[in-house]
């Protein structure tokens, strides 16, 4: 599942197995990018608590299916098909609406949001793809064009932050060869109110 040595669930103790049984999902199943960072807990332990707090938490405005897109794409535009995988089954959830969902995947894929997206949803992904390719170009009046659409400057924060996010999450998968093997795919800590509750469900 990954090039480097991982420790299973059943291997897991003490301070590790405690983070498990917070992260894990039905069957003891632990996310394989979370089982990446076994061999240093605290790793997982950060890389947990900004996952919930950029994409699961309550205080975000913006919809949870924009910010899941927003992944799927960042994903895409990064090569990491594991990423994408999970973060399309969840955003297909979210939606409840498969053809709406793989029209936004198949739009992505083609390196045409516009052909599923519009408003401030197009504006946030053409913000993505430059902050992923080629951050160092963006200026104040990117930020304008998003404000232009109605977004306000924390739901660009919220944006930035889902962007940022998922560049650490798919460099973290892409450099460790993590693969979903065993994972099930779309799982998340959906309950927004509770920080601390990191459960897959």
Request: proline content about 3%; charged content about 25%; some cysteine.
């Amino acid at each position: 599942m990954t090039w480097i040595k991982t420790l299973s669930y059943g291997e897991a103790e003490g301070r590790l197995r405690k983070l498990y049984d917070r992260v894990k999902g039905p069957g003891d199943n632990v996310d394989n990018i979370m089982m990446a960072h076994s061999l240093r807990p605290h790793s997982m332990e950060g890389h947990m608590a900004l996952y919930k707090n950029v994409l699961h938490h309550s205080a975000n405005s913006l919809p949870k299916s924009l910010l899941e897109t927003l992944g799927v794409y960042v994903s895409l535009l990064n090569g990491c098909d594991y990423c994408v995988e999970h973060h399309f089954q969840g955003l297909q959830r979210l939606l409840g609406d498969e053809e709406r969902g793989v029209a936004i995947r198949e739009a992505l894929e083609a390196g045409n949001p516009e052909a599923a997206l519009s408003g401030r949803e197009l504006a946030a992904a053409n913000y993505a793809k430059t902050l992923t390719l080629d951050p160092r170009s963006l200026g104040a009046d990117d930020v304008q064009v998003l404000r232009g659409t109605g977004l306000d400057d924390g739901q660009i924060l919220e944006i930035n932050q889902v962007v940022s996010y998922f560049a650490y999450a798919n460099r973290t998968v892409l450099g460790l060869g993590i693969n979903t093997e065993g994972d099930d795919l779309g799982l998340s800590p959906n309950d927004s109110d509770d920080p601390d509750n990191w459960s897959h469900r």
